[in-house]
């Protein structure tokens, strides 16, 4: 039977989902796919949408290829070591100046490489929320010049990244993927596309090669711009290239480009301009026509849009531009030495373009009401009237109506980004409320009951996913508002006006004595234990409305430290510890220490100019010193699970076989593979095979997964013994409702210690430090004030274990610690939300020891007597069920209020700062962390509730049986 406890705690989540994906229903941008193709028959001509000028096409897409790492300048006497790699492309320029172009490719951000495929596909713009499909990214249904390829017989021939296999799975005349996922693979995709290129440009049944190179990208993602690998990479490159050009026959064009660029620390994902800007190079088979001053500051732009390449493509080639593409052909391409014939079929090229690109608009604006009826009788009305004047030219070239044309593209695509970043601001505004109606809610109740209406707003929160469709929208809206806030009200109301009122009274009792007392009643109330809470709420406070401020969200990471130490101190000021050398003062000492070191261990983000790694994480190292580090790790680690494994048998939570095994073998068996996997993946000297390595991180999970089972099925820590004396003796009731969570704690250090890497694997050991020192500082204080200095900590180490709040700083290695590859996205994908949440994790597992702390008992952990009261400690749980239940209500009522109250100011600093120039780069990134904390809150936080309850249940049948023996 599920208990009320465990209800609350689903029906706490259930809340936290709901309000959080309400929000960002309004926040995220979308735009409807049209799904309709284009054809030849879409206009009566004989050459399709356009005659010819090349037969073939290659295209060389070398991924993270930054713009400015393809220019060449001699009078740089001390270049970077990523400048002047790819002289390449200035020397062809100056060789063949009337047969090749050199451009900046600018991509629309977000800037990772799945939404860079499908604007250089299908030519539309992306969304923010696209980005999720940048992982395990799925089959594009919208139509491309791939499937245009396909559809009019043309052949295509792919080699490279296997994510155009994921996403274009049907339409390739012969492919050879490469897996793409291993950032640290440096060659293997590159030496398997350099391998068939040439081959395949050699023969003769290809219309399209598209060859997609990986090698500096990955080259940045797993060091940095200035790493002599990148360096390496790009000259390689260069060399190909150059082999490359010299195939090129004259009925062919030869495309290099990138997807995107990188920043400084080799990332990618964001809206910088290192980030955004890639490079275009064109190799022309035959000659570029001339042109003349007028038309060159038109035709030849020093820049263009990567959704301008599809319909120059499809253009080029006699195929049709796909349906939604909002790309504008590059002009000069369609010129050659035939100057008038030429200029006469850029001009209808030009018209065929506008239309479509406004038969999209037009078609768009049928499904959605994004647009006014007036933007799109403005539009339509320009271009009949363009239409009509190109008619009346009966085959003449005018360069006034060309560049209008193009004026008109540009102004479809600018309205359509405009309109694309339009926020749903009710829905947004009515996420905010409710998430702090229910944190301030939470606060001031004690306990409730849940009933099955609560689950009422979740149907018009449904229909609320269709509403773009109905004109009902409306409507939907405002019954999600009245439900939603009728629940609340429902819930709450009763408990929260007592509290106002016992709150109110308090209040005036506090101003009354004031008046009589002075300021002495103040100096009282400071050295008091509710002062302690009201400063941890003034922390909490300042933590949530930093989020308003993008200098704050830029050094939160050390601002973190400052406020944990300010917790502390206050709580040891109040405490007044008799002696300097008392066991609090060692506490106190510890928990700031630790916290102080952590900051070793924090990692750099683009806009901190100032930060530089500590020489601990730097991977620029002699063999020495990184042999060194090694041996500290490796000594640092093993110590923490000894330690962990010492303090369970000091707190008697090991006198019964369960945890016993887990502790002395399971963990055992872990930390030698952890060990062992250190030293052969870091080793120069290869004794094993890489398949070989990986079981050794797997047996590391696969024993993680067994000690959790038997946590679960066998938590006791207690016995009932009689060792000669003849007075039974309790053992293990000291930790009997925390140990279990702090086993699967422990359990967890290995597999975190392997995403982590040995050399920020000692994190782990100031972590476990900093909480038990914490949990003896806390003793006795309330719940609120517990998961308030909780939160700070594991806010402080998801910094602390290399992370910041930004797209780029996800560490996708993690996914493949102990794999080679992945058939399916699900264990990545948990792979690499462990490492990112990691310290939410374990500082949620670690919750009820110190939630459940209590003073050592004045005899040994080992051996309680029956019913002596002193001596109990965490048993008086089990006596008293009511103590228990409460206590798992307040930390349920706390942990709630608090991530609902953090996530409602991290959704209002992004509905505040919604047009500000930092909103994709800074605010938002840290909005979608707060969410995600939220998220693994929540689930730890159910997950050790149903633990504390099925510790608590076969406690009581242990009990029971004990009682019947006897």
């Known amino acids: 039977m599920v208990t009320t406890t465990i209800k609350t705690a689903l029906w706490l989540l259930w809340l936290i989902v709901f309000t959080l994906l309400l929000y960002l229903r309004g926040f995220l941008l979308t735009k409807i796919e049209i799904e309709k193709f284009s054809s030849c028959h879409d206009y009566a001509r004989e050459d399709c949408w356009s005659k010819p000028r090349y037969k073939r096409a290659v295209l060389l897409l070398v991924d993270a290829l930054r713009h400015d790492f393809t220019l060449y300048n001699s009078s740089v006497k001390n270049p970077e070591p990523w400048q002047n790699k790819m002289s390449v492309f200035s020397e062809l320029r100056k060789k063949f100046p009337d047969r090749t172009r050199h451009l900046e490719f600018i991509a629309d951000p977000p800037s990772a490489t799945f939404l860079r495929l499908k604007g250089l596909t299908t030519g539309g713009l992306p969304t923010f929320v696209d980005l999720g499909s940048n992982f395990g990214a799925s089959e594009i249904t919208e139509d491309s010049w791939v499937k245009q390829l396909s559809l009019n017989k043309k052949n295509l021939v792919l080699l490279g990244d296997d994510t155009w296999m994921n996403i274009y799975s049907k339409y390739f005349y012969r492919a050879f993927p490469y897996p793409s996922f291993d950032v640290w693979d440096l060659h293997t995709v590159d030496n398997g596309v350099w391998k068939h290129l040439l081959p395949q440009m050699r023969t003769d049944d290809w219309d399209v090669i598209v060859a997609h190179f990986l090698g500096v990208d990955h080259a ?31 009925d062919t064009v030869l495309f290099v480009f990138g997807d995107h660029g990188m920043t400084t620390s080799g990332d990618h994902g964001g809206e910088t301009v290192d980030e955004v800007t890639s490079t275009l190079f064109v190799y022309s088979g035959s000659k570029i026509g001339v042109m003349s001053a007028e038309e060159a500051q038109v035709y030849d732009p020093a820049r263009v849009f990567q959704t301008d390449l599809v319909p120059t493509l499809t253009m080029l080639l006699g195929v049709p531009t796909p349906y939604s593409s909002l790309g504008s052909v590059i002009p000069f391409l369609f010129l050659d030495e035939n100057s008038q014939q030429s200029r006469s079929d850029l001009q209808l090229v030009l018209q065929t373009n506008m239309n479509q690109v406004f038969r999209y608009i037009e078609a768009y604006s049928m499904v959605s009401s994004e647009f006014s009826s007036s933007e799109i009788s403005e539009i339509k009305s320009r271009v009949e009237d363009l239409n009509k004047q190109v008619a009346e030219l009966k085959g003449g070239y005018s360069f006034t109506l060309v560049r209008e044309m193009m004026e008109v593209i540009r102004k479809i695509r600018d309205l359509c980004s405009q309109h694309w970043a339009q926020f749903n601001l009710p829905v947004m505004a009515l996420s905010i409320s409710v998430m702090i109606l229910l944190s301030l809610s939470l606060v001031m109740v004690s306990s409730l009951s849940v009933i099955w209406w609560v689950l009422l707003p979740l149907i018009p929160a449904i229909v609320i996913s269709y509403d773009s469709l109905s004109p009902w929208a409306g409507v939907t809206h405002f019954v999600t ?5 009728a629940t609340i009200v429902g819930v709450f109301y009763a408990a929260v006006r007592l509290q106002v009122s016992y709150l109110a009274s308090k209040v005036g009792d506090f101003i009354k004595s004031c008046n009589e007392n002075g300021m002495s009643n103040i100096w009282k109330l400071m050295k008091s234990v509710e002062f302690l809470g009201y400063s941890g709420i ?121 945890l016993k095994f887990v502790h002395c073998t399971i963990h055992s068996i872990q930390c030698v593979l952890v060990v062992v996997y250190w030293a052969l993946s870091s080793s120069s000297i290869k004794v094993l095979t890489e398949e070989q390595i990986c079981w050794l991180p797997r047996a590391v999970y696969l024993l993680a997964l067994l000690a959790v089972s038997i946590v679960f099925c066998a938590p006791s820590t207690v016995s009932l013994l009689d060792l000669g004396t003849g007075t039974p003796r309790l053992y293990g009731a000291m930790s009997c409702y925390s140990a279990p969570s702090l086993a699967v704690y422990t359990t967890l250090l290995p597999v975190c210690a392997l995403l982590l890497q040995y050399s920020a694997a000692p994190v782990l050991a100031l972590l476990t430090l900093q909480l038990l020192a914490t949990s003896r500082l806390t003793e006795g204080r309330s719940v609120a004030f517990k998961v308030m200095i909780c939160h700070v900590i594991a806010v402080q180490y998801f910094y602390a274990t290399g992370h910041q709040a930004a797209v780029q700083q996800f560490d996708w290695n993690a996914a493949f610690v102990g794999f080679t590859s992945h058939p ?3 264990v990545p994908i948990c792979m690499i939300a462990l490492r990112t949440l990691m310290s939410f994790v374990l500082v949620g597992l670690f919750l009820p020891t110190i939630i459940l702390q209590s003073p050592p008992p004045s005899k040994t952990a080992q051996e309680v007597d029956l019913g002596d009261p002193e001596n109990t400690a965490q048993l008086r749980f089990y006596i008293d069920r009511d103590l228990l239940s409460s206590t798992l209500h307040s930390l349920q009522h706390s942990s709630v209020a608090l991530i609902l109250l953090k996530c409602a100011l991290a959704c209002a600093a992004c509905f505040i700062h919604r047009r500000h120039l930092m909103i994709w780069n800074i605010f938002t990134p840290r909005m979608i962390i707060e969410m995600c904390f939220a998220a693994c809150s ?29």
């Open 538 to 658: 003034v922390v909490m406070f300042f933590m949530s409305v930093g989020f308003m401020t993008n200098s704050y969200i830029l050094v939160e990471d050390y601002v973190t430290i400052y406020f944990f130490g300010t917790l502390v101190l206050v709580n040891y000021l109040i405490k007044k510890p008799k002696t300097i050398l008392s066991e609090l003062t060692v506490a106190a000492v510890i928990a700031g220490t630790a916290s102080r070191m952590s900051a070793t261990f924090f990692g750099c983000r683009e806009e901190q100019f100032w930060c530089t790694k500590t020489w601990w994480l730097s991977l620029e190292v002699s063999s020495c010193i990184r042999n060194y580090k090694y041996v500290g790790s490796v000594v640092v680690f093993l110590g923490t699970m000894y330690g962990m494994y010492k303090y369970q048998k000091q707190q008697g939570a090991l006198m019964k076989t369960g």
């Open 938 to 966: 929540a689930v730890f936080l159910l997950f050790v509730v149903l633990l504390l309850e099925r510790t608590d249940s076969v406690l009581r049948k242990e009990f029971s049986k004990i009682s019947k023996e006897k």
């Open 481 to 485: 508002v009245l439900l939603t806030f």
């Open 824 to 826: 399916y996205h699900i």
């Open 220 to 250: 940045g993602h797993r060091y940095h711009v200035n790493h002599p690998a990148l360096s390496d990479k790009l000259v390689q490159v260069d060399s190909w290239i150059r082999e490359v050009v010299r195939e090129v026959g004259e």
